[in-house]
């Protein structure tokens, strides 16, 4: 068949540093006479006579024994720790040597030449260079400063830096693939040189002027070209366990943001999209196509480049809108023809080159073809024979729906119909057009505009376009997380939920059930949450560091239902099934998802393995799938307590989709950062709310006291209950419920108008403050842990108001008043039932020689031995049902029992479980024999 679409004209037919390890890891090291605990040579005489022999390094490397912009890479080093040196540590951005998603690679950057580092650990990047950037790369690296040592001369801050420089081992380098073999010469020393640090600075806490002296490996790349381009490094500390293994995607945008037709973007040419473009357009049928107008513009996209179009089969004039998520590339034809050999009732038989003249002969015939971008234009589009932009495709294949293809609608090719539902394949098919490519735009509104006509058709096409940055703590669709984007990503989760089995003692995350287990199936450093068609809450724990994927509304087809189906089957069966979502949302911690509709991602054809029965049949086995459906990956949310909700609706099969996870991100260390958000409030607002607990509770027996009446459910309520610490040395044995977050005070001060009257909240605050300046000596530790940061934990609450009682703590009047905190706090996740000890020591030190008002000395040594108990299992008689009830607590537990306590075979209580009066309700009927139960901790 041959025919044109006008318009879319178709025709068918770091570096290292020893000090850096306060910022990124908890291990420290001393300083020693001589520095020598820094870092390794590898170029022995045999590995450098090795390297002499080697394959040359990719070729935009600078020779390192040559100058660049008139400097030599000793002298570039200098300049890279110039740079690190001179950057905030405390800023609202990041510093590029610490691992935080919000990096920002032109913080610092100026000049010609750009600079690039790294922390420890795996770590991946994307982000954008502007064409015409040198790159020089800083491995991993030492120096030695005068700050650090104060005094030091130059060759003293060389022998330092040259030491460590000698433990670094295993160093790689690679561009795009390509490696550098010869890594050893890359090694170098620079002079002495200047730098001014901030305060904090890198290395300490206080910054200024000084020199310093470095050596390590770096490497300087010339300007690369636009597009898509992976810097790959790695080295190793062995002797101080340390590793850095890190990955630069970044895409180097064109001055016009618009790439030349060679460019490469992630691994495709844009002749290579080209023949994407129209597999994109075949796959959707005429009556769900943006380029009908009768769809959305995210229909059908995913990944790093979207797909736009002119007026498909016909001339006219269109304005579209929509929105586009930040990083998203964007391609589309100014015009374009396809040809191939479908025909009805019989198909062509032209070979490729005969198609490739016949789709030619089309675009050679174009004209008028304009295009501004945000009112800029974009030059040589005028002649479509020399246009620079003028691309011709591989040979491609693509599949078309069994129904409203645009073969049948538009073209009238009535064999490409049927009713049967299978979707038709083409094979051979070739294009030929004039494409543009563009840089991805920066968060807001932009317009495109693009006109052209062919064959006495024409088109005059206007996108307005809102590019929207998801939040910062959700990955953009275009995203790589731990090497899979997010197609492969949701073949994982579908992997793992049809893997996980429907009649086992924890509930399949895909029902409604109360004993549910976040943690079922989950491995590695991604966890997945699902959820039941149908409104539920859900409760539960998630370790901290995790990244989580979240399937929304999700269709997949597979081999076990549809035996022998192919791949492109299977695709178009899941595809017709998630055209059906409407209605999607999605939430974090109450601020929307504004551009849900780019969360639409298809899978590749994935291998499974499901039990009998399985999630969607009585029989289980090994198959194929393909998935489409709405995904949204969050990097590691912060420890603390966090609320995601999403909804969707299938009206077709009159289904919906209301789930609320309620997360409690569980601190590694035990114990909450500081800047922590746990249940609605951060640090502050509980240090004032522990405050009014304890000026609340009555003298005798408060907890602020060294009382052996002391209660510690006195005055608790909710998820979180509060501990204190007296003056003096203290033990306390105690009972503490299962699922409570601690919130303990060390040693504190405040300041309230019942003691100072008439003060105002400055007074207040400078007076708690003037307290708190002379606490020492705090430690704190669970079950014989130290909390190593403990100075990070002093904080000052906001005003408060309290009511005290007559006597209170702190007078023999209370009353109603304000006041404000200051001192030292940490809050302390659920521990697991049994036994664990909490301690805490500090000193306060006034002395009238220090010029104090007066005199006072005190410390603190407080021990608690708490139990931590699971809930009481409660029986009672309805009839002829038993009624278990247990209370409801931040554990989950599920309810089972066993015939006999002698051989024990427990297995789950079926029946209901409903939620009254703050406990967990299970009805269920009265065996025969023996029955004994137990609720288990999941």
Same mark, same amino acid.
């Given at each position: ?20 390890? &306060? ?31 080697? /394959? ?69 990047? %994307? ?97 690369? =070209? ?27 945008? /064109? ?116 295009? %501004? ?65 563009? *840089? ?11 006109? +052209? ?33 997010? +197609? ?128 969607? +049949? /009585?029989?289980?086995?090994?198959? &194929? ?12 949310? =912060? ?20 789930? &609320? ?42 907890? $602020?006291?060294?009382?052996?009446? $002391? ?10 209950? $509060?501990?204190?610490?007296?003056? !003096? ?42 307290? =708190? ?14 909390? *190593?940061?403990?100075? !990070? ?10 009511? =005290? ?35 805490? &020591?500090?000193? $306060? ?79 269920? /009927? ?13």
């Amino acid at each position: 068949m041959l025919a044109q679409s006008a318009i879319d004209v178709s025709c068918s037919i770091n570096h290292f540093k020893m000090k850096i390890l &306060t910022v990124n890891t908890p291990v420290s090291c001393q300083k020693q006479n001589l520095k020598s605990r820094r870092i390794l040579r590898l170029t022995t005489a045999f590995a450098l006579l090795a390297a002499t022999l080697a /394959p040359p390094a990719p070729a935009q490397v600078i020779d390192p024994a040559s100058t660049y912009e008139g400097e030599t890479y000793g002298q570039w080093s200098a300049s890279w720790w110039q740079w690190g040196l001179s950057l905030p540590v405390t800023g609202s951005v990041p510093h590029p040597f610490t691992d935080d998603p919000a990096f920002d690679v032109t913080e610092g950057q100026t000049g010609q030449v750009w600079f690039l580092g790294a922390p420890f650990g795996t770590v991946q990047r %994307t982000c954008n260079i502007p064409e015409g950037k040198s790159l020089f790369i800083g491995l991993l690296n030492a120096e030695d400063s005068g700050l650090e040592d104060p005094g030091s001369t130059a060759a003293e801050q060389l022998a330092s830096a040259q030491a460590q420089a000698d433990l670094i081992q295993n160093v790689a380098f690679n561009l795009d693939g390509v490696a550098i073999t010869n890594i050893g010469s890359y090694r170098v020393q620079s002079p002495q040189f200047t730098f001014t640090a901030p305060t904090p600075w890198l290395f300490g806490a206080t910054g200024g002027s000084s020199t310093s002296v470095s050596d390590g490996y770096f490497v300087m790349l010339e300007p690369l =070209a636009p597009g898509t381009h992976t810097l790959h490094y790695s080295g190793a500390i062995p002797s101080y366990g340390l590793a850095m293994d890190m990955t630069y995607n970044f895409m180097v945008i /064109p001055t016009n943001s618009v790439f030349s037709a060679t460019a490469s973007l992630y691994g495709k040419t844009c002749a290579e999209y080209s023949a994407g473009w129209w597999q994109w357009n075949f796959s959707l049928p005429t009556t769900n196509n943006p380029l009908q107008d009768n769809a959305p513009i995210s229909t059908g996209q995913n990944g790093n480049v979207w797909y736009l179009g002119g007026t498909f089969g016909s001339s006219g004039t269109r304005v579209r809108s929509g929105n586009v998520p930040m990083g998203t590339a964007l391609f589309f034809p100014i015009l374009d023809a396809w040809a191939d050999n479908t025909d009805c009732p019989n198909p062509d038989h032209y070979d490729t080159e005969t198609l490739r003249g016949l789709a030619q002969g089309y675009i050679d015939a174009a004209s008028n073809m304009t295009c %501004t971008i945000d009112g800029a234009t974009v030059a040589d589009l005028t002649n479509s024979i020399t246009s620079q932009y003028r691309v011709q495709s591989p040979v491609f294949s693509y599949s078309a729906p069994a129904a409203h293809n645009f073969l049948y609608d538009l073209f009238g090719a009535t064999c490409y119909t049927n009713g049967n539902g299978t979707p038709f394949a083409v094979d051979g098919a070739v294009a030929d057009g004039v494409y543009l490519m563009l *840089a991805p735009f920066s968060a807001g509104q932009h317009t495109i505009h693009f006109t +052209g006509e062919i064959s006495g058709s024409s088109e005059d096409i206007t996108y307005n376009l809102t590019v929207v940055p998801a939040a910062s703590s959700i990955y953009a669709t275009n995203a790589v997380v731990d090497g899979q984007d997010y +197609g492969q990503w949701s073949a994982s989760w579908w992997q793992w939920a049809m893997a996980l089995p429907v009649t086992g003692p924890v509930p399949h995350p895909f029902t409604d059930d109360p004993a549910f287990d976040v943690t079922e199936g989950q491995t590695g450093s991604v966890w997945f949450l699902g959820a039941p068609l149908d409104t539920a809450v859900r409760t539960c724990n998630i370790p901290e560091g995790k990244t989580l994927l979240v399937g929304l509304l999700n269709a997949e087809d597979s081999g076990l239902e549809d035996p022998g189906s192919t791949a492109a089957e299977q695709l178009a069966s899941a595809q017709a099934t998630a055209d059906l979502f409407s209605n999607l949302s999605f939430s974090l911690d109450g601020v929307a998802l504004a551009n849900i509709d780019s969360y639409r991602v298809q899978s590749p054809q994935f291998t499974f393995s499901a039990p009998t029965p399985w999630l969607f +049949g /009585p029989t289980g086995g090994t198959s &194929t799938s393909v998935s489409d459906g709405y995904f949204v990956m969050l990097a590691p949310p =912060a420890p603390g307590t966090h609320t995601l909700h999403y909804s969707g609706t299938v009206p077709s099969y009159g289904l919906a989709m209301d789930m &609320t996870y309620h997360l409690t991100v569980v601190p590694a260390s035990g114990v909450y950062a500081s800047e922590a958000e746990v249940a609605g409030q951060d640090y502050s607002q509980w240090e004032a709310a522990w405050w009014q607990w304890g000026m609340s509770l009555p003298l005798a027996g408060n907890p $602020f006291n060294d009382d052996p009446a $002391f209660d510690v459910t006195a005055g608790q309520t909710g998820s979180v209950w $509060f501990l204190a610490s007296p003056l !003096d040395t203290n033990a306390r044995a105690c009972h503490i419920p299962d699922g409570k977050t601690l919130f303990v005070g060390l040693l504190n001060a405040e300041d309230s108008e019942l003691e100072d009257p008439g003060s105002t909240e400055a007074e207040q605050r400078a007076s708690a403050q003037f307290q =708190a300046d002379h606490i020492g000596n705090i430690t704190f530790s669970v079950d014989g842990t130290a909390l *190593a940061n403990i100075g !990070d934990y002093r904080l000052q609450s906001p005003q408060f108001s309290f009511t =005290a009682p007559t006597p209170w703590i702190f007078g023999a009047t209370g009353g109603t008043n304000t006041s404000v905190g200051d001192g030292y706090f940490v809050m302390v996740p659920p521990l697991p039932p049994g036994a664990h000890t909490l301690r805490s &020591t500090g000193t $306060f030190h006034f002395a009238v020689a220090e010029g104090d008002p007066f005199n006072f000395d005190a410390a603190t040594d407080t021990t608690y031995h708490l139990t931590v108990t699971g809930p009481e299992l409660g029986l009672g008689l309805q009839g002829t049902n038993l009624v278990f009830a247990w209370p409801q607590t931040g554990s989950r537990y599920v309810l089972e029992s066993t015939p006999t306590l002698g051989d024990p075979s427990w297995s789950p209580v079926t029946g209901t479980v409903n939620t009254s009066g703050g406990n967990y309700q299970i009805t269920a /009927p009265i065996g025969v024999g023996a029955q004994f139960f137990r609720l288990r901790k999941q």
